[in-house]
């Protein structure tokens, strides 16, 4: 976002290498593990129609994060959906430790019929606007939206996109970026190809898996691959080292009401947070519609690109005990200290490799199964 010749010196570098991600909103491999998964049902419709382009529901599943240095790009990967109807995926990406905002102002860039500011404090009226947990001070916004479907005539729908520096004290410099229709609604696929920041976006609003939307049933977000994908040149967000982190959610068509697909999520059970944190609408005033603070709601509504995996509930390795990097005879004297009963009675403790409720002679067998180098 510096200049023009830093943009294309990126560009540079990224044509000069094997780009792994291909932004089209499947995920790749090189993205590794999820950083995020949801635990909450979506209150903004849960997505049905298995269509790539357009969406009859917004979720949000799960969360990659990839930084890919050698090639000079940030890569965001949210699977799930974004319906088609200009609701938002608002998302605030943190990658500056020492600068940022971690309240919200309102006097960023005007980006999106001014959307972003229309979530910071409203200063004229001493309402506080969007506030985030205890740490996390973004430094850059994106925003996206996709609409525009006419069964009719089978065409759309289009994306569309916007990107805004967020800077400690305000001001900067923010962007339209670009649109990206469909090629078929059904079974196309679209791309956001920014040539004068060097962003792409992608959506893939095939998915029918994941969350639900009834809250006494939500499932999970695990195992969905499709969804929506950015790819930001990280000089355009002056980041230089270090973690990034991103909090992302479904918002209202006017940036005004908030859904329960908050990337990382929110607490199990929760609705819709609307523009008070409880349902509520605040989106009369001009600003501060979003007037409450992820710092209330319990848990980290972010996540990072060195977090662990969201959703690996088993060891990667199992029988190590030990930590060696290898099952062997090591792991048998792990295992002899550890038999007993599990607490409770409960199966699957340290050393059941069995689930029989106990560690006992019956791990000895599956830990012999098991011999062998931990997978790389
Ligand atoms: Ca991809
Ligand atoms: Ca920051
Ligand atoms: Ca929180």
Avoid at 15 to 41: C, E, H, M, R, W
Avoid at 141 to 149: E, R
Avoid at 185 to 193: A, F, K, R
Avoid at 276 to 283: K, Q
């Amino acid at each position: 976002m510096k200049s023009l010749a830093m943009v294309s010196m990126v560009a540079g570098i990224a044509s000069s290498a094997f780009g792994q991600i291909v932004v089209d909103g499947t995920l790749d491999a090189d993205y590794g593990n999820p950083k995020s998964v949801q635990v909450v049902a979506t209150g903004f419709g849960n997505a049905t129609d298995g269509a790539n382009g357009y969406a009859n529901g917004s979720e949000l599943n799960g969360g990659w994060i990839k930084v890919d240095v050698d090639n000079g790009n940030f890569y965001l990967f949210l699977s799930g959906n974004l319906e088609s109807n200009f609701n938002k995926l608002d998302i605030f990406i943190d990658c500056i430790g020492d600068a940022g905002q971690n309240a919200l102002r309102s006097d960023n860039p005007d980006v999106d019929f001014n959307g972003l500011n229309a979530m910071g404090e409203d200063t004229a009226n001493a309402f506080p606007g969007l506030r985030f947990d205890a740490g996390f001070a973004p430094d850059f916004f994106v925003t996206t939206t996709i609409g525009g479907y006419d069964p009719t005539a089978g065409t759309g729908p289009t994306q569309y996109a916007n990107i805004a520096q967020i800077l400690t004290d305000g001001g900067g410099v923010g962007a339209y970026i670009g649109s990206g229709p469909f090629s078929n609604p059904q079974t196309g696929s679209n791309l956001i190809d920014d040539t004068v920041y060097g962003c792409k976006l992608s959506i893939n609003n095939s998915n029918v898996g994941g969350v639900s939307g009834d809250p006494a049933n939500p499932g999970e977000g695990c195992g969905v691959t499709t969804g929506i994908e950015i790819m930001i040149p990280l000089a355009n967000m002056g980041w230089v080292d270090g973690p990034i982190r991103v909090c992302a959610f479904i918002n209202g068509q006017g940036h005004d009401y908030v859904s329960s697909q908050v990337l990382g999520a929110l607490p199990a059970g929760s609705g819709n947070l609307g523009g008070d944190g409880l349902g509520g609408w605040n989106g009369q005033n001009p600003t501060g519609k979003i007037r409450f603070s992820f710092a209330d709601i319990a848990g980290d509504q972010f996540f990072s690109s060195d977090g662990p995996d969201a959703c690996s509930s088993a060891p990667a390795c199992p029988g190590d005990l030990d930590d060696s990097n290898s099952v062997d005879a090591g792991d048998i004297g792990s295992l002899l200290i550890l038999f007993g009963d599990c607490a409770g009675g409960t199966p699957g403790c340290t050393g059941d490799l069995d689930d029989s409720g106990s560690v006992d002679a019956g791990d000895i067998g599956s830990l012999l199964i098991l011999f062998g180098d931990c997978p790389a």
